[in-house]
DNA sequence: CCGTATCCGTGGAGATACTG
DNA sequence: CAGTATCTCCACGGATACGG
C-alpha cells in the first residue's frame, strides 16, 4: 500500500493493514487459526486468487504473519499470525462491534460462512445465567444470504414452528452443488459462550434459517414470531435463546481509568 | 467502496470505513471536532481535495458525518461525527495503539501535526502521580520528520544546550516556509492526561525536537540521553516526564468477563 | 490438488486546474 | 472557502494458465 507518510499511529497501522482485504485475511487467520492457502480462499468468497498471495507476501514481510512448512502428515504450507498479527485481534473486535448495526439489513447477495459466527457470539452475548446447565445450540444456514431471507429449508415439515407462513419454498439454489448448509455449535457453559463449526453432539435446541434471521435471534435484534414469519425453524428448547442476551459495552481505554 | 459481499460485521464494517483515507478523515473530526473543509485538508496531508470531497460524500451517506451549516459570524459549512461516527472511536484507539509499534522507525518524510499527539497521550500513557499538583508540558516539534531525526530548531550539534531559548518567547525560527512549528500541551491533573493544540500558560517543563524523539521521550521509548543525542532539548522540571508512564493494556471483551 | 504467476479490462486514486 | 472537473495511471478484480 501506499504510505500515508503522516506520523501518526492510526496512519501508520494503516499503511499496514489499510488495504483491501488485509484485515479480512487477519480474520479468518484469527478465526481459524493456521490456515492453508485454500482454506482462505474459502473463508474470503470474492477475493482473488493472485491477490491473496499478494497480501500474504506483504503481511509475512511486516511481520504481521508467518509461513510454517507444515509437518510430513500434511505436506502444504501453513499461514499463522505472529504475535504482532494477534495483537491485531481488539481492532477485529472493535470493527465488528461497530458492523454489527449494519447486520440488519443484509444486501441480499452476500456470502456467509458458519466459522464467522464467532465474533458477534464470543464479543457481543453473554451466558445470563452463567451457573446453568452446559448447554448447546445447533446452528444451520446456507452459505449465502438469500435476497427474500429465506433459510435453507432442507429440514423437514415438523419442528416448533406452525408450519405455513414461513419459507415459502423457492430458496434459490437448493439442490446446491456444493457440500451443503453450513452447521456451527454455539457452547454455553461456566459463564462462557463460544462457537465452533461443525454439528452438536446433543443439541439442546437446533435452528434453521438465513443468516442474517438466524443472527437476528441470536443477538435479540429480532423477535421470534417474527424471525418465524422470515423463514426461522427451530426444534427444541427455546429458553437456550433466552439465556443469550446482548453485552452491554465495557468502556476501557478512552477515559479516565478509575483511579 | 466496491462491498465485500460478506456477511460478516466486521466486512460489513470495512465496506463503510475500509476504503483509503476514510478512517484518517474519522480520525480528524474524532480529534477536532466539528471541522471545516480546509481544516480537513490540512489535517489530512497527502490527500487530494476531491477524494476529501468524495469521502464526505460517502460518509455523510452512510450516516457517519453530519454536514452542518454553521451560524452566521463564521458562514461555513462545518463536518461533524454523528453518534455512528463517534462509535468509531474504540476503532481508532485500537488501532493506534497497535500502530505505535511502528513509531520508533519513522521513514523519515513523514508530515506531523500536533493534535495527533492526542491518541498515544490520552491513550496509552497516565499519570503516576495523580495527586500531585496540575502540570503542563509544552510540546515544540516540526511539521515534518526530519531524515536524520534533527529537532526543528535547525539543529546545534550540542545536545542539552543550557542556550537562553526559554518556556517563554523565543520562536526557535528555523527558517521554514510555512507558518513555523507546532506547538501543543500536554495537562496532568486530577488523575487525568490529555493533550491540546497551542501554547501553554505556564508550563512546567517545554520539550523541543522532531516528532519521533518528543513521541519517543513521552513513550518512554527513548531514554533522556538518547532523545538529547538526537537533538532533543529540554527546559524546566524533569520530573513532569516521569509522571507520565505507559499504560497497561486494560484487557476487554476479547476473554470471559472476569464474572 | 495446492500455491503462484500472468494477462487484461475496469475503476479508483492522485495531481492539478478551475469555478461558485 | 468549498468544492467540482478532468486527466493519467496504477491497483484491483477476474479468469486462466503454470509449477509442484
Redesign the interface.
Known amino acids: 500500500m501506499r504510505?500515508?507518510?503522516?506520523?501518526?499511529?492510526?496512519?501508520?497501522?494503516?499503511?499496514?493493514v489499510?488495504d483491501?482485504w488485509t484485515?479480512?485475511i487477519i480474520?479468518e487467520l484469527v478465526l481459524q487459526g493456521g490456515c492453508r492457502y485454500t482454506d482462505l480462499l474459502h473463508g474470503l468468497?470474492?477475493i482473488a486468487t493472485n491477490l491473496l498471495a499478494v497480501r500474504l507476501r506483504e503481511l509475512e514481510d511486516a511481520g504481521v504473519v508467518r509461513r510454517e512448512a507444515a509437518p510430513p502428515p500434511v505436506a502444504t504450507t501453513l499461514f499463522h499470525l505472529t504475535d504482532?498479527g494477534l495483537?491485531?485481534?481488539?481492532?477485529?473486535?472493535?470493527?465488528?462491534?461497530?458492523?454489527?448495526?449494519?447486520?440488519p439489513f443484509?444486501?441480499g447477495?452476500?456470502?456467509?460462512?458458519s466459522h464467522?459466527l464467532e465474533?458477534?457470539v464470543?464479543?457481543l452475548l453473554?451466558d445470563s445465567e452463567?451457573t446453568g446447565p452446559a448447554t448447546e445450540i445447533e446452528v444451520r444456514t446456507g452459505h449465502d444470504?438469500a435476497p427474500d431471507g429465506a433459510g435453507p429449508d432442507g429440514a423437514g415439515p415438523d419442528g416448533a414452528s406452525p408450519d405455513g407462513a414461513g419459507p415459502d419454498g423457492a430458496s434459490p439454489d437448493d439442490g446446491d452443488a456444493d457440500d451443503g448448509d453450513q452447521v456451527a455449535v454455539i457452547e454455553m457453559g461456566g459463564?462462557?459462550v463460544r462457537s465452533r463449526v461443525g454439528p452438536a453432539t446433543l443439541p439442546d435446541l437446533v435452528i434453521t434459517g438465513s443468516?442474517?434471521v438466524v443472527l437476528g435471534v441470536l443477538m435479540h435484534m429480532l423477535t421470534l414470531p417474527e424471525a418465524r414469519r422470515r423463514g426461522l425453524r427451530t426444534t427444541g428448547n427455546l429458553g437456550a435463546l433466552d439465556r443469550l442476551q446482548p453485552?452491554p459495552r465495557?468502556e476501557?481505554?478512552?477515559t479516565?481509568?478509575s483511579?
Request: proline residues 12%; charged residues 20%.
Open positions: 504510505s500515508y507518510g503522516q506520523y501518526c499511529s492510526v496512519a501508520k497501522a494503516l499503511d499496514v489499510g483491501r484485515l479480512l480474520r468468497p470474492g504482532a495483537d491485531l485481534k481488539p481492532v477485529l473486535l472493535e470493527l465488528g462491534r461497530w458492523g454489527t448495526r449494519f447486520m443484509p444486501s447477495d452476500e456470502s456467509f460462512r464467522w465474533f458477534p464470543s464479543n453473554f452463567p444470504v459463564g462462557e443468516p442474517p453485552r465495557v476501557a481505554g478512552s479516565t481509568p483511579s
